[in-house]
């Protein structure tokens, strides 16, 4: 068996996960035919280590890791890679990144995580994830804040501002599709936050997810 260890992913892995380098192995099958069976141990790669998959790679294991080799081109021109939060609503172009749905956009490092997340999805039930919505200007979220009153934060303050938050169509984050995404999104370090739940300190928002840990280096305020 040809070990795994042989494969390096360049970084940010996510933008393109490109096998970059494999030692050819003497009478070994194929790269490909090796990424796609099944993995001979649960154990990391140490290169494969150093990805925004990281969490996933903990706690799924190299089942995943293998098969994003093999099936994951995702934002493809996206660079994952931001140095500043930048201003609520006021992202500059060249931190944002295309989502599979259009015209929605989020920050460069949210959709990388988006892809993946949305790779597993697809796996998972055949189609993309739906989207009603992702990076909002200023005045997009006072447009919508004008329209839902409550249900929008003031502009400046929706992390949908920092390019940290989609909105999920009806049809995913119910039933069997949203308890999935329930129990995966958080392995890629997304979730509908507590203050969206029933019950929760903000409106009951089961359609609003975030990039948790980006959002929470922000201490942003919070808001659809
Ligand atoms: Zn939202």
Not at 22 to 47: D, I
Not at 140 to 169: E, V
Request: glycine share 10%; net charge negative.
């Amino acid at each position: 068996m040809v070990a795994i260890a042989a494969t390096t992913i360049a970084y940010p892995a996510l933008q393109r996960l490109t096998v970059v380098e494999a030692a050819p192995v003497a009478a070994g099958p194929p790269v490909s035919e090796v990424l796609g069976a099944p993995a001979p141990e649960p154990t990391v790669p140490e290169a494969l280590a150093v990805t925004l998959d990281q969490v996933a790679i903990e706690r799924r294991g190299v089942e995943l890791v293998s098969r994003s080799l093999v099936t994951r081109d995702p934002a493809p021109t996206c660079s994952g890679v931001v140095t500043s939060p930048g201003r609520n609503g006021r992202l500059p172009a060249s931190v944002l990144c295309d989502l599979w749905q259009a015209p929605y956009q989020d920050r460069a490092d949210a959709v990388v995580t988006l892809f993946a997340l949305n790779d597993d999805f697809r796996a998972a039930f055949g189609r993309d994830l739906c989207l009603t919505s992702g990076y909002r200007t200023l005045e997009q979220q006072a447009a919508l804040r004008a329209k839902k009153g409550g249900l929008a934060a003031p502009p400046g303050t929706s992390n949908h501002g920092w390019g940290l938050a989609i909105d999920i169509c009806e049809s995913d984050y119910t039933g069997e599709r949203g308890r999935w995404l329930d129990e995966v999104g958080p392995v890629y370090g997304w979730a509908n936050p507590p203050w969206a739940h029933r019950g929760g300190a903000g409106p009951y928002e089961p359609w609003h997810w975030e990039f948790t840990d980006a959002v929470a280096a922000l201490e942003s305020g919070t808001g659809e």
